[in-house]
């Protein structure tokens, strides 16, 4: 398998795990949430392209997504990130629409975008 369709493979871990994450936080069941995020977290780290910069991305976005829903690092009593879920369920449409890399650095842009703006 080449290291493009190892990365998109890690593209849809990620997104899946996201929107899993969302739908069970919105049930009320974040641990199951969390678990699912460590579980994808699990799965790109020992992916082919785990030391890439895209897959490198992709974990970092969902450290911060457990981080938000109030994993461990949450903070000092594991309280969840102030709008934690919202961040979450974003982060996670942004995957599934295959817009973003990195959701913080893209600032919401398609490749294309991104493209025309770089041109400008």
């Known amino acids: 398998r080449s290291l493009a369709v190892d990365e998109q493979r890690n593209r849809v871990v990620a997104s899946e795990a996201l929107a899993?994450?969302?739908s069970?936080?919105?049930d009320?069941?974040?641990e199951q949430g969390i678990a699912s995020l460590d579980a994808a977290i699990a799965t790109i780290s020992?992916?082919?392209s785990a030391q890439g910069r895209f897959s490198a991305q992709l974990l970092e976005?969902?450290?911060e997504a457990?981080?938000?829903l109030g994993g461990p690092g949450a903070s000092v009593h594991g309280t969840?990130?102030?709008g934690g879920e919202a961040y979450v369920r974003s982060l996670s449409l942004m995957h599934?629409?295959?817009r973003s890399a990195s959701f913080r650095l893209s600032r919401y842009t398609t490749q294309e975008q991104g493209r025309m703006m770089s041109n400008s």
């Open 20 to 22: 899993a994450a969302v």
């Open 80 to 82: 969840p990130a102030a």
């Open 28 to 30: 009320r069941r974040k």
């Open 24 to 26: 069970l936080a919105s």
């Open 46 to 48: 020992q992916s082919l």
């Open 96 to 98: 599934r629409h295959q």
């Open 66 to 68: 457990r981080r938000r």
């Open 61 to 63: 976005e969902l450290e």
